[in-house]
C-alpha cells in the first residue's frame, strides 16, 4: 500500500517555465490537497478537491492550477514559475471531509532560479 | 485567518524525559489535531480530539484541549531519539470546510 505518491521529488526550474506534479494516491480517498511549506511556517493550502472533476481555491491560490480528471490523482501546475514559488510542495488526501485526518505525502521540492 | 501557533518554536530534552508542546487558536473549531513531520518527509497524523473532549490518550502521547482557552497541549512521555521531529497542530474552522496548520515545534531529542 503506497498512500500518497508525488513525483517528482526534486526539481529546478528557470523563472517563467512551466510544470506539472503529480499526485496519486490508492487509497480510494475523495479529497485530495495541495500544500506548500516555507521554512519556519506551517503548511498553506493552494488548492483542493472534493471529489473527481472538482477543485476549489485554497488559501494561496494565485499562480496556481489544478485538475482532478481521476479521482486517484489530483495535479498541480505552474503555468509561468516566478521564485516566490521556490518551496516544498505537499500533497494529501483524506476519505472524507476537509477536517479529519489527511495522510501525506513525502514532498516535492521546488526551487525556482 | 484562523490558525494554530504552537509554542515553544523548538525543544531539545534529553531521552526518558517528558516533552510538553502547546498550541493556541483564534476562534472556533470541531476539532484539533496533531502531526509528525520527520525531517525530509510528510506530515503522519498522530491524534484528533473533537471540541467536546478535554484528553485524550495514544500509546506514549496525552493530548488536552481546554476550549475556554483555546488551546491544546501534546505530551510525549519517555522521549525517545526518534521522537526527533517537527510536530503540527492543525485546526478546523467552525464550518468545518477548512485545516489550517501552525509553525509548528522542532524536538530534539538527544540520546
Redesign the interface.
Known sequence: NAGVTQTPKFRVLKTGQSMTLLCAQDMNHEYMYWYRQDPGMGLRLIHYSVGEGTTAKGEVPDGYNVSRLKKQNFLLGLESAAPSQTSVYFCASSYLQINQPQHFGDGTRLSIL | ?Q??EEDPQALSIQEGENATMNCSYKTSI??L?WYRQNS??????LI?IRSNEREKHSGRLRVTLDTSKKSSSLLITASRAADTASY?CAT?NNA?????????TRLMVKP
Open positions: 485567518s490558525q494554530g470541531n476539532n489535531q525530509g518527509r510528510g506530515l503522519v497524523h484528533l503540527f478546523d468545518g470546510n477548512m485545516l489550517t496548520f501552525g509553525g509548528g
